[in-house]
């Protein structure tokens, strides 16, 4: 050997040595970080990824960055070909000592899978020249015609979901039935739990063939569902997952749902509340901790609840086209008062095929089968089923309000009797009941007085241009769209409230093409002329927004809506 060619072998051991410490410091974050810095193993594809054909393309240059693993040495380097084993070294700077000799390296040879190649022979020369910088290898390329092709990015776990993925494909042909079909999952073990429900599928549909069953259960099962998610932008909050992946995770939010509240949850309600839950997980974490520390600090009075708008944000973002409701809860204590209350609910059900969710609460888990609450149930289910209306029951511990509350967020419409109004005292006010539902409900809720008829359809919208009375506006406008009902539109004048919140409602509703409306502007005081109104034009349903005051004047000063209430002996409908 020549004292340069020595020369030159020992600075390759030098480096050789430097990339060994490369690569411990590359294992060591990779640790930390979770992200793999393996080397893909062919054994992957030719026992999992279904090898379709192979053909030779000669000798070409490749991108280094896209060798991504190796035929037989796949555990001696790093993902970027940095060795690992000091065992390595007279081989790796034997190459590197001819490269420098300006010898330079004959042509690697690789397999191409998809878009990234696999070394068959020349391991050492890959991991010299990346170590050298270069961008690009000559190589034998032999590409591998496979199912489900791999990239540049996939790590180990990425590679096994894959070939587990082809193994689906090979049963279920999808790839071929419906080409533009992407159901790869990044839960790898989760892919017999799709065959589980196409067969499923098949046995609703009567036991056809198989590749009916697969075309049917993505078109009308799987499909629907992701375009949902697509419609909601649920997947920003999960980036690290695929459709596939979320496909499952809403199947298993709604089962889980339907186990904790004994209804049958709908899929928009499921992916709607998946996302919720992520974005909440995301906010702050300090402002988290100052939500808890202002909850405990509050009495449940002079909690002020979610913000004005929030629930018609959600119901437009469920994509149910032109349907507002399809979900009424149905607080129900069984006395006449409550099946008055279902008996009003049950037409308007009927017109949209909407669902009429009974809600029974109770102060002990031991009353939750006694002969009482059975017998509530029967009836209920027996007054849904002979009206031909869907109905579900269910029944929880807890304290009444609290338990609506929580409830309601999946419903889209809270109904229930209002037989002892709020009183006109403060300390009347203080705890009731309805005035909770009112602060704090996430939903619209509908108070059905006892005495009240059971015509429907003549509404009267007391607007002051608020954020709350906003809602009432939409809602207004919704059912005078969808149900051609009459509707009366009231502004009071008041130093809060000018002539220009009347306009404001009226430009609102005839930017639909409505012009069979009333509208009327009165002088303070306001419950008054509401309910003058209201009787003048024989209206069957005041729509209106919420309590106007914060919790604690409130307390103090009451509002237009107890007084309402009191006086008004039809359904309100109050909205937030």
Known sequence: MTSDNSFNYRTAVQDFRRARQQAAMRQLIARLTGKSAELLSYDVVEDGLQVLGTEEHGVIEIELDKIVGSVGRYRDFTRDFLPKYDNNAERWARVKAAVMDMRGMPPIEVYQVGEVYFVKDGNHRVSVARQLGTETISAYVTEVKTRVPLTADDDPNEAICKARYAEFLQKTNLDKLRPEANLLLTFCNQFPWFLQQIEAHRRELGDVDLETAVTRWYDHIYLPVVELMREQGILRNFPRRTEADLFLLVNEHREELEAALGWEIGTETAVSDLAEQEQERKRNIFRRIGTKIRQALTPDEFEEGPAPGRWRKRQLAAGRGDRLFTDYLVAMRGTDADWHTLDH???????????????????????????????????????????????????????????????????????????HPPGSQPLDRLGHGFNRLVQRCPRPILAVPSGSTREYGRHLLAYDGSPKADEALYIATYFKIRWDTSLVVLTVETENTSPAALEKARHYIEQYGITDVTYELRQKPIAEAVLETAVAHNCNEIIMGGFGYRPVKHLVLGSTVEHILREFHQPILICR
């Open 345 to 419: 609910l049950i037409p308007m059900a009927k017109w949209e095929d909407d669902r009429l969710l009974g809600l029974h609460v109770v102060s002990h888990k031991s009353e939750i089968n006694s002969p009482r609450v059975k017998a509530l149930r029967q009836q209920f289910e027996t007054r849904c089923r002979e009206a031909g209306v869907a109905g579900e029951f269910a029944v929880e511990v807890g304290e009444v309000a609290d338990t609506i509350i929580k409830r309601a967020a999946w419903v889209d419409l809270v109904a229930t009797s209002m037989v």
